[in-house]
């Protein structure tokens, strides 16, 4: 059973430039989430996909932005990167009925750095 | 505001128990979670506690006081592969149950 899977790993980008990292999430879950993760620090919530759609929205601007498909693999694009974007990008998947304990599966994210 | 504290290293003796403490204030508070991530790989789910009470798996076990906004994670019999960070994160009502995280507690292992 494939657990969640992140693309890249790694990459580098310049400012001003943008970035689509991908993710499938584990087998029988249909809700994915994106969160941000500096070194050194938990990871921050950037949002959720449940159906296609963009379900929840932490604190994040409008150049972060997603799409959930109908095999409920999902995108995370970034627009006009700035420096502070570089961190470690991690994709979480869950089953909607699992909501209440918690519990979300990660990918081993996608380390960015923006030079 | 919404805040979860955590010590941020902790440091024991392979073999021996620790335990890492979180408290947190949130206005929704709905459960706590803890999540271990070692260096360079994804975050895994440990416990959860929705009640007080203590919640045992294995060698891993989670304790919550509602009343104290107060948690920890109990670690016993430590083995070297237990080095790694560990995060406490709140669910929270008003945040729509999305996960609010602490900064993550580095456990130093010792032999």
């Known amino acids: 059973d494939a657990g969640v899977t992140q693309s890249p790993t790694h990459l580098i980008k310049t400012r001003g430039q943008q970035v689509t990292l991908r993710c499938s999430p584990k087998s029988g879950h249909d809700t994915v989430s994106w969160y941000q993760q500096a070194l050194g620090q938990g990871p921050q919530f950037i949002f959720q996909?449940?159906?296609?759609?963009?379900?929840q929205r932490g604190n994040f601007p409008d150049r972060f932005s997603g799409h959930q498909f109908p095999n409920y693999s999902s995108e995370l694009n970034v627009n006009a990167l700035l420096l502070g974007d570089s961190a470690l990008y991690l994709c979480a998947s869950s089953h909607e009925l699992g909501k209440n304990t918690g519990e979300l599966f990660f990918g081993e994210g996608s380390r960015l750095t923006v030079l | 505001g919404q805040s979860l504290e955590q010590p941020s290293e902790v440091t024991a003796v392979e073999g021996a128990i620790v335990q890492i403490n979180c408290t947190y204030q949130t206005s929704g508070f709905y459960g706590l979670s803890w999540y271990q991530q070692h260096d360079g790989g994804a975050p895994t789910f440990l416990s959860y506690?929705?009640l007080d009470g203590l919640e045992e798996t294995g060698r891993f076990s989670s304790f919550l006081s509602r009343s104290d906004s107060y948690g920890y994670l109990l670690l016993q019999e430590l083995q070297m592969k237990d080095s790694a960070s560990y995060f406490c994160?709140?669910?929270?009502?008003?945040?729509?149950?999305?996960?609010?995280w602490g900064a993550g507690t580095k456990l130093i292992i010792k032999p």
């Open positions: 996909y449940y159906e296609e759609e963009e379900r």
């Open positions: 506690n929705g």
């Open positions: 994160a709140v669910r929270d009502r008003d945040s729509n149950y999305q996960l609010i």
